[in-house]
């Protein structure tokens, strides 16, 4: 069991390994597509490509955790090469070897985050289970909302500024993440890998917070390429404003994942779940309706609907699989979100260019936003029921 000291460190290296992840998205057109001369469609690429990587490394981090043991020092590790990897983002490289660092970022940082959310996931007992998720989700998704807004202060006059200030980051997060332990005791045995997979491929129950994972990061793909080009091109904003639109939705996200976490241990996890994604993906959805005055009190209810269901998606992966297995499963919730933030968004790319071409961009870019919201919708009414089964077999209903 994890001390308060050490306690305090997950949500800290969290922010760390999270803040560059979107340093890049406000200045995103500056940063790719007027730099390589590439269409809207190439630009997205830039943000699913790393989750290619990702999809990949995600469950062999959790796999090679669960089997060996010594996660702070594959996390240390993996942030080492992260940090190679930004720097390389900012040499003079053709586009298909900017794609294929980008890659390979992708695949140091899910490696990292998979092992550290494993490390959450059994750092107290079930019962603290919610509040140390919710403490470790919010310093992730207070990464991911400081970062737009220092991004569009950072590459206002260069875009490779956020790339050099990203590598610092974490290359500082390395050291730091030695600090940690491992959860468990010495003598607890390690698996196999053929014994990791079967006990995943047992409890298939886990393939529904799976789908909230590729769901959730499905939209928040929108949310790095289709939404800031949607800004730039449509409303006509700056890289700074950009980056504060995207920082009120995360902001929220991120406060409010804490207090969600500790009330998901005292409520229904389904409703929050399940209700906080139908909300969110109506919200999603109507993006492209509303005028820009509008724009920064839409993305405060989005962001405050996202925080709702975080923490009971990761609980429930927590919760679906035994504990020799948990950072596999964890891995695996990576992977799924990982692949989401790959569709993401060449969907949305896809989806505006293609409908921009007949009826226009603000066409374009609306439907976009119904299919990105119209998703979690249809996921969240579909799996009400069964999330509400699994929750009554664990305890008892909650009035």
Not at 166 to 184: I, S, W
Not at 223 to 242: A, K
Not at 259 to 264: A, D, E, N, R, V
């Amino acid at each position: 069991m994890y001390s308060t000291g050490r306690l305090a460190l997950l949500p800290g290296l969290a922010l760390l390994m999270l803040l560059p992840v979107t340093l890049p998205v406000p200045v995103l057109r500056e940063l790719v597509a007027d730099r390589f001369g590439v269409s809207e469609l190439l630009t997205s690429l830039f943000m699913s490509i790393n989750m290619v990587g990702a999809v990949l490394a995600a469950p062999l981090a959790g796999a090679l955790a669960d089997r060996f043991g010594q996660r702070p020092r594959w996390i240390a590790a993996a942030l080492l090469v992260d940090a190679l990897c930004f720097l390389g983002l900012t040499r003079d490289v053709p586009f298909a070897g900017f794609l294929a660092i980008r890659f390979v970022e992708g695949c140091a940082h899910i490696f990292g985050l998979s092992l550290l959310l494993g490390l959450a996931a059994g750092a107290r007992p079930e019962a603290q289970r919610g509040k140390v998720m919710g403490a470790t989700g919010s310093g992730l998704l207070l990464g991911v909302a400081l970062g737009a807004p220092l991004g569009g202060q950072l590459g206002a006059e260069d875009p490779l500024v956020p790339l050099y200030v990203g590598a610092v980051v974490v290359a500082l997060a390395a050291p730091l993440a030695l600090l940690l332990r491992e959860t468990e005791g010495r003598e607890r045995s390690r698996p196999g890998l053929a014994e990791i997979a079967g006990l995943i491929r047992s409890h298939r129950l886990v393939a529904i917070p799976l789908l909230f994972a590729f769901a959730d990061r499905f939209t928040v793909g929108f949310f790095t390429s289709t939404f800031p080009l949607f800004l730039r091109n449509l409303h006509e904003l700056p890289p700074p404003r950009i980056g504060i639109l995207i920082a009120v939705f995360m902001l929220p996200f991120a406060a409010l994942s804490f207090p969600f976490g500790i009330l998901s241990q005292r409520s229904s996890r389904a409703l929050l779940l399940c209700g906080g994604s139908f909300v969110y993906g109506c919200l999603v959805a109507s993006l492209g309706w509303w005028p820009t005055d509008a724009l920064l009190g839409v993305m405060i209810a989005t962001g405050t609907a996202a925080a709702v269901m975080f923490v009971p998606s990761l609980l429930f992966t927590a919760e679906a699989t035994p504990e020799s297995v948990r950072t596999t499963s964890m891995g695996a919730f990576n992977a799924a979100g990982s692949l989401g933030f790959i569709v993401g968004p060449v969907t949305g790319g896809l989806v505006s260019q293609t409908v921009a071409a007949s009826h226009g961009w603000a066409s374009g870019y609306t439907a976009a936003f119904v299919v990105a919201g119209g998703f979690e919708i249809l996921l969240a009414l579909g799996t009400f029921h069964i999330v509400r089964r699994f929750e009554r077999t664990r305890r008892p209903p909650v009035a």
